[in-house]
């Protein structure tokens, strides 16, 4: 059995020389298999070991995005929707709504008021304005933008807001030129008027108050 394990021709080893196997006693018996080169071994964990995710308990909770759900999404119903959002149902729109009354009322006292301080042609034009206004206003032709600002206007008007009164005038012939081209105009022509009605009642008033003040000072005399 000797020649299986040591390899024959060398006969000059030592008696404590260790054997030399044979590789051929190696293939014919069978040896240890080495571990392949091209085989991954794992590296060693320091915790315990891991278990795969199809193993785990039915307690633990799942990895990653969770399933879709089969059953249909809820309706959010009538009844939870916010108050803020509710609105008010049969409410009447005519109480915000301006009055022709309001508007034309003012204009025709303006308009009595510049009668004799103005020329009888242009007080008549500006009346004829007036009516027209009042037609479309009542045939329901003017938008409800127009019938504000005309409020505006007119309170500005009687206010004696002669500049913010001619803005409201320019907005209107720029934004609403088709519905108001035909009698702003006389509304125009109206606010001059007043206005300069207004100037020569000032320079009135002025002077009358000049001359009583000047009738209290004792020792004055006015000339004639």
């Not at 039915?58 to 959002?85: D, E, I, N």
Request: proline share 11%; aromatic share 4%; with cysteine.
């Amino acid at each position: 059995m000797a020649e299986l394990y040591v390899k024959p021709g060398n006969k000059e080893r030592g008696w404590n020389d260790p054997p030399q196997f044979s590789y051929g006693l190696q293939t014919q018996a069978g040896g240890p298999k080495r571990t392949p080169l091209t085989k991954r071994v794992a590296a060693p964990q320091d915790g315990p070991p891991r278990v795969p995710t199809s193993e785990t308990s039915p307690g633990s909770p799942p990895v990653g995005p969770p399933p879709p759900s089969s059953k249909p999404p809820r309706l959010q119903t009538v009844g939870s929707c916010p108050a803020s959002r509710v609105e008010p149902v049969g409410l009447p729109v005519i109480q915000s709504e301006a009055l022709i009354e309001d508007v034309l009322r003012p204009l025709e006292q303006a308009l009595e008021d510049c009668r004799g301080h103005t020329k009888r042609q242009v007080c008549d034009d500006i009346s004829r304005r007036l009516v027209l206004l009042q037609e479309q206003w009542a045939g329901g032709k003017l938008s409800a933008s127009v019938k504000k600002r005309m409020v505006l206007l007119v309170q500005e008007l009687s206010s004696h807001h002669w500049d913010a009164a001619d803005d409201i005038h320019r907005s209107l012939m720029v934004d609403h030129v088709t519905e108001v081209s035909q009698w702003m105009v006389g509304v125009k022509r109206l606010i001059a008027e007043k206005k300069s009605l207004s100037s020569v009642e000032e320079v009135n008033e002025g002077k009358s108050a000049a001359a009583v003040e000047n009738q209290t000072i004792p020792g004055f005399h006015q000339v004639p």
